[in-house]
């Protein structure tokens, strides 16, 4: 009976902490989570008319969305490595060197000189942690924890590498195996174990462990916290873990889909278990349009277009965010917001200002998230694949420089720029540039005034060493 007792009085005790913490956190530094899937379209969940009718249901992202606010026109980059970029630097891809890969031998990913939103929040006081896939850097001194992150555990590039043991001929003595990784800052990055098929099927479950652990752990210290959440499906190859593994009777693709929103769901009970709702906002998007690959290829639903173009199924994701008490539940809207924007607004929401002496393309959108304006504070931006400018979005237009419908056919450079209004052609079918020239105005005047700042501020080449800093003044120390 006293056995029963004390365990029951460890377990009250336990609760009452966590209330306590909760209680006495400080609400004017929201927690924040920050979930994103990848490759995940624009029409996989039920909220943006996939779910049951591809054979997923999504209940619990859906439910997010009822208790929050919907993007219906949230934008990222072409490629997995430069929207992982804006999002935590706020600038584009073209800037930071990391739109391609360097030479051989050369280091990829962001150099230090960059600012990343986990450096301005830990000045803050934020914990900060990265559980999943960070593809910004894949040696010491490109880690999460060299930019920021108090602690990480993921891949540091992507999941496809899974696959390197089942393929014809492989030799990892070329080609060596890639490894779940490990990190804390001050300390130096380890290998976990390595990333074969069968840890690609359960990273994520880890991941979510982690992400929760981390929560309650800082719930405890009393202290506002940053959890960036990069989960890896449904990247290719989309693989449910064994617990999902023809859950829906649909395939592996489903399956997955169906395993990411319950992993959804386990991050905001956690949440609500912990007492923080409504000082935790939590956001879920995509780092990229569908997939192309087949037997994973996804859809992007209303529109057109996987990853690698510059159509609207490539360059529009999910965008969801909750915050109870401070996000209206049930908004929707279809104002333009970029993954750039993501890095101005969490500083703004955080108290943080951002750094002034280098270009910063994201703008802040709290206004728009928090319902506190109808407007986003921007009507465009450029869509780069690699260095070259293919397209130009501005409000319902868009301005195509070079055409790519396919990637499995070539980019054409068009001889005659193609325009489409996106409201009348969301699929962007019909050009009709020749009746409408004048859209030509804005698209340049935003041409010319972001080459202005390639020329006041140059890019980082890609490829810089560690060392590198800018040529102009006023850089930041870190």
């Not at 591809?54 to 992202?61: E, M």
């Not at 996000?327 to 200002?353: K, Q």
């Not at 109808?374 to 420089?401: C, M, P, T």
Request: hydrophobic share 35%.
């Amino acid at each position: 009976m006293l056995a029963k007792l004390t365990r029951s009085t460890i377990s009250l005790i336990w609760i009452l902490s966590l209330c306590n913490a909760a209680i006495a956190q400080e609400t004017s530094k929201p927690n924040i989570v920050f979930v994103l899937a990848d490759n995940l379209g624009w029409g996989e969940l039920g909220v943006y008319g996939g779910g049951e009718l591809r054979g997923a249901p999504t209940p619990r992202i859906d439910q997010m969305a009822s208790e929050g606010f919907r993007l219906q026109n949230f934008n990222v980059e072409t490629e997995c490595v430069p929207t992982r970029t804006a999002l935590m630097t706020g600038r584009q891809a073209i800037r930071t060197g990391t739109y391609r890969s360097p030479g051989a031998g050369q280091p990829n990913g962001l150099v230090p000189w960059e600012v990343t939103i986990a450096e301005l929040l830990s000045a803050r006081g934020y914990a900060t942690a990265l559980y999943g896939k960070w593809h910004l850097g894949d040696r010491e001194g490109r880690y999460p924890t060299n930019q920021g992150f108090d602690e990480w555990y993921g891949i540091s590039g992507t999941s496809d590498v899974s696959l390197y043991r089942t393929s014809i001929g492989y030799d990892e003595k070329v080609a060596p195996p890639d490894y779940v990784l490990e990190g804390h800052k001050g300390q130096k990055t380890q290998q976990v174990k390595e990333y074969d098929i069968e840890a690609r099927r359960g990273i994520d479950t880890e991941i979510t462990k982690r992400t929760i652990a981390f929560m309650r752990r800082n719930v405890l210290e009393k202290k506002p916290f940053y959890a960036y959440v990069p989960l890896t499906q449904v990247h290719f190859p989309t693989l449910p873990s064994h617990e999902f593994e023809g859950k829906t009777g649909n395939g592996d693709f489903a399956d997955s889909v169906v395993e990411t929103d319950y992993h959804v769901g386990q991050i905001l009970d956690a949440i609500k278990e912990l007492g923080i709702d409504k000082d935790t906002m939590v956001i879920f998007t995509s780092d990229n349009g569908p997939e192309f690959r087949r037997p994973w290829q996804g859809t992007a639903g209303y529109w057109r277009g996987t990853y690698y173009t510059v159509l609207e199924g490539s360059l529009r994701t999910p965008f969801i965010m909750r915050w109870p008490d401070h996000v209206p539940a049930g908004r929707v809207s279809n104002e333009i917001v970029h993954a750039s924007d993501m890095f101005t607004t969490l500083a703004h929401l955080a108290g943080s200002d951002i750094p002034h002496d280098r270009a910063i393309d994201g703008v802040d959108e709290s206004g728009l998230l928090l319902g506190k304006k109808d407007k986003s504070n921007r009507d465009g931006f450029l869509a780069f694949v690699g260095e070259d400018l293919y397209a130009v979005k501005w409000r319902n237009w868009k301005v195509h420089f070079i055409w790519l419908e396919d990637v499995t056919h070539g980019p054409i450079k068009l001889p005659e720029r193609y325009a489409f209004n996106l409201l009348r052609d969301p699929k962007e079918e019909t050009d009709v540039m020749s009746s409408n020239t004048w859209i030509e105005r804005p698209i340049f005047t935003m041409i010319d005034k972001f080459n202005t700042t390639l020329k006041q501020y140059p890019p980082v080449p890609p490829g810089s060493p560690d060392t590198y800093t800018p040529t102009y003044k006023g850089s930041l120390e870190k």
